[in-house]
């Protein structure tokens, strides 16, 4: 209740929206299924990625190099699933080569205090180097991803359809978001995460040892950017393409700031996305638009949002400072 | 809280002191507080010129790393490497080749060095290369009946007016809504992408063509090479030296050394923060934009087609942090660069290697340089402090 009071226009909003999503689904299921389903197919990897960002974010390091963590993931995830034939081996193959890119943009900055948006840049075109290198065509994936129909929750209508009839990634994207707001809102780890990425200094003063704690956080974060690349190279097309993370690290990055470091709002931001993208592709059947505008319009999306999103909301302070003891910050 | 970019930084590039009094001067050097004092003889030349000997170790380094990834690919690398060099090099169809993608890249290298003095990280050099390739195929095509020194000069001051226009769209962003100039600028590439893929394939194509690319330049307006060299390289080397005198001498360059150096102290001592960042978005994306209509009038098949900018805006990157923000570093950067580039599909055809290993020994590079770790296990303390500094959301 008290939330209620404080949050009225999110709360208002939610209503306000799945009233609007029930409305359609009863005028058209079909259709209403089919977009939604597009729109949050659209939004796993945009939320996984921006995950990664608020874990690493929170702590104080900027993470540019989202994308490449996305790409290298998606291409270690489908050849290591390719060549042991096991759908398992390659998620986990996956999350760990995002936890590996995540090792290294903490090294570089926190401990070689490397300015971190040229790491991250440096990471986005490293990642782009191997993957084009080591990439050889004509490998298949043994089998299909499973597709699980979650008991009783894949049977409420329109929601059920879109979130609980789903892939293991997808649904590891939808634990994944409550699981990190809590962790960061409501536990010790939280807490002392925000601490760290607001005022380090402060942090450090109360005991807190920063250096470390930045270092395990954006290592760990990767982890969800490494599940993003496994769902683009396994579960939302079965194969791997130069290239194929087309953006959506940025995007995420968008969606991150766009949810304002929050992972409840990022949820909604990306959905908010893939909704768009989804209407579009829709109203493509209807009036005639150039297919180029469909797919430049998350970008420009992007832009947009960015430009009406800066003013209002807060980077946590010390984002992209590196944190040296004893000389303050 | 003090930005970490405050502090007075490196002796190789000089710091500048936080009152601008006379604003055309040269920054002065000033040795770092609590610096070691500098060593003298070798050493000391070696420290003063570390800015040439981190990139030259970072490549020989990559070199030596891709030449194990060569040979695990099962193909001797002294070979590989002395097919790609000596075509790149020693024959007159590489060497122009080499001189014809130096073009573009030194032009990039720029368009990427500049924003960096003012602590902007342009990504978007692809997007503005591309915006200024089009610009100057749909001017070209308009003028078509001018003489063809005319539709030279009207193609490029539109690729250049095209790509400033691109470039500063970004800046625009980041002066007055704060938008990270790295994600705009990246949306502004897949944008330029997506709008031009609309205008090849509708408004702008060629009916004569048999995949979707613009109206070939008139046959007049085509820069001939003379000999090996391009026209193309003089204007570009010409532009490295003037952005180098820009940014040395002048009270513009001076400017942006203190906006990239102190904003607040910029700010304080009357420097417009928002039109400097706008402008100096738009020197970049006009150079990169004058890349691509340099492209278009240079090489064949002289139109605009899919892949006309092929990697180019993100070489620029590489190329930039090899020069360590230097433009006339970007010459030898760029003659690197496109050198590897120039011999990739003559490598591969010879030895079987796959083109991308190109780009992965360019990643190699970029990696090894921007690395902080060669400058501190060659100087240990000395190490200067890297002068590009890109900044953050807050700021």
Known sequence: MEWLKRNQVAAGSIVVLLVGAYVFYAINDNVATSMFKGAWFFAVPLVLGALTGVVGERSGVVNIGIEGQMLVAAFAAFFSAAASGSLVVGILVGMLSGIVMGAFLSLTTVKGLMDQIIAGVVINIVATGLTSFFYRPGKVLSSNMPQWDIPLLSQIPLIGDVFFQTGPIALFALISVPVVHFALFRTRWGLRTRSIGEYPSAADTAGIDVIRMRLVNVTIGGIFAGAAGAF?????????????????????????????????????AALFFGFTNALASQLQGVISIPQQFITLLPYLLTLIVLAVAAGRVRAPGAVGQPFVKGEGS | MADPRDEPSGADQGVVTTQPTTEATPPPVVPERGAPPPPTGVLGLLVREQSIIVPLVAVVAALLIGALLIRAQGVNPTYAYQTLFTYSFLTADGLQGTFEKMVPLILCGLAVVIPLRVGLFNIGAQGQLMAGAIAAAATAHAVREAPGVIIAVVA???????????????GALK????????????????IAAGLIDYLVNGPFKDPSSPYPASYSAPDASRFVPLGVVPIGLPIALVLAVLVAWMLRRTTLGFQFETIGRNRHAASYAGIKLSGMIVLAMAIAGGLAGLAGSVEYLEIDPYRYQDGIAGSLGFDGITIALLARSNPLGTIPAALLVGALRAGSSNLSFNTGLQPEIVDMLLAITLLLVSLPIIAKLIFRR??????????SWGS
């Open chain 2, 175 to 190: 002066a007055t809504r704060g938008v990270h100039e790295v994600i705009s600028t990246i949306m502004l590439n897949s």
């Open chain 1, 232 to 268: 683009l190279s396994m579960e939302a097309t079965a194969g791997f393409e130069r290239g194929m993370t087309a953006g959506r690290g940025f995007l995420a990055l968008a969606i991150l700031i766009f949810g304002g470091w929050r992972p409840l709002r990022v949820f909604a």
């Open chain 2, 382 to 391: 000395h190490t200067a402090k890297s002068s590009a500094l890109a900044s």
């Open chain 2, 156 to 170: 490029m001051v539109a690729g250049i007016l095209f790509g400033a226009m691109w470039g500063s769209i970004a």
